[in-house]
């Protein structure tokens, strides 16, 4: 079965540098113990790193014990739908990539609120109905 991403079209690939996704995958599979999972790509900002740091999910600082290079603005990354929304509710949101949205997303977030903040809108919004 193949993943499908909040257009409900096959999930594509979120990001290769660093590599992302709960499973270092390049894509937002998501894990099974969490709802939404590491399911929404986002190309991140600093705004967004920043909330993230002031609720307790530091993406900047490197932890090359885990292999994370530490994040920096621009860049993609698979972040937990919880947490986005999180950052959704204080006005500081990191772009969608909603192609690379895994559809387990909308477990926890409107697909409203991914639109809001989609970068990659199709040609044909009505698909997102």
Do not use: K
């Amino acid at each position: 079965m193949t993943d499908r991403n909040v257009l409900g079209r096959p999930l594509e690939e979120c990001g290769t540098d660093p590599v992302t996704g709960y499973y270092r995958t390049g894509s937002c599979v998501p894990s099974a113990g969490h709802q939404g999972g590491h399911s929404v790509c986002v190309v991140v900002t600093e705004e967004f790193l920043r909330h993230q740091q002031e609720i307790g999910n530091d993406l900047s600082t490197p932890r090359p014990e885990f292999g994370f290079p530490g994040l920096e603005p621009g860049m993609r990354w698979c972040v937990l739908a919880p947490r986005w929304l999180q950052s959704y509710h204080a006005g500081v949101a990191a772009p969608v990539v909603l192609a690379a949205t895994h559809e387990r997303a909308l477990e926890v977030v409107d697909r409203l609120a991914l639109l809001e903040h989609a970068v990659d809108v199709p040609d044909d919004p009505s698909s997102l109905d």
